[in-house]
């Protein structure tokens, strides 16, 4: 069992930077490939970024490929996701998500994850 608690979101204006955090409990959080996705007002929840359980292979959304980046530190239980030039269109509710997985594979299909998050709003102004 693992629980998922993000943080870090907030308002802020278009161009802006910011990282939000996922802690993980238990002891086995390096067993687990994590993710992170979004759900924006009215729409379907997205696939953003994905890491492998080591954090050797990472994978990204094209609309955030290039300005985004995830990471992880295993020894924390805690994955990470840093937001550069942000837009008005990433403002979401924003999840991550864990898959128990050693393979060095990152997942970008929410129905192969295992454990979710309560979700943490970041909203960009323009």
């Known amino acids: 069992q693992v629980q998922l608690v993000e943080s870090g979101g907030g308002l802020l204006q278009a161009g802006g930077s910011l990282r939000i955090s996922c802690a993980a409990s238990g002891r086995t959080f390096s067993s687990y490939a994590m993710g992170w996705f979004r759900q924006a007002p009215g729409k379907e929840r997205e696939f953003v970024a994905a890491?492998?359980?080591?954090?050797?292979?990472?994978y990204y959304a094209d609309s955030v490929k290039g300005r985004f980046t995830i990471s992880r530190d295993n020894a924390k239980n805690t994955v990470y996701l840093q937001m550069n030039s942000l837009k008005p269109e990433d403002t979401a509710v924003y999840y991550c998500?864990?898959?128990?997985?050693?393979?060095?594979?990152?997942?970008?299909?929410?129905?192969?994850?295992?454990?979710w998050g309560q979700g943490t709003q970041v909203t960009v102004s323009s």
């Open positions: 998500a864990a898959k128990n997985s050693r393979s060095e594979l990152g997942y970008i299909h929410q129905n192969m994850y295992d454990y």
């Open positions: 890491i492998s359980w080591s954090g050797g292979n990472a």
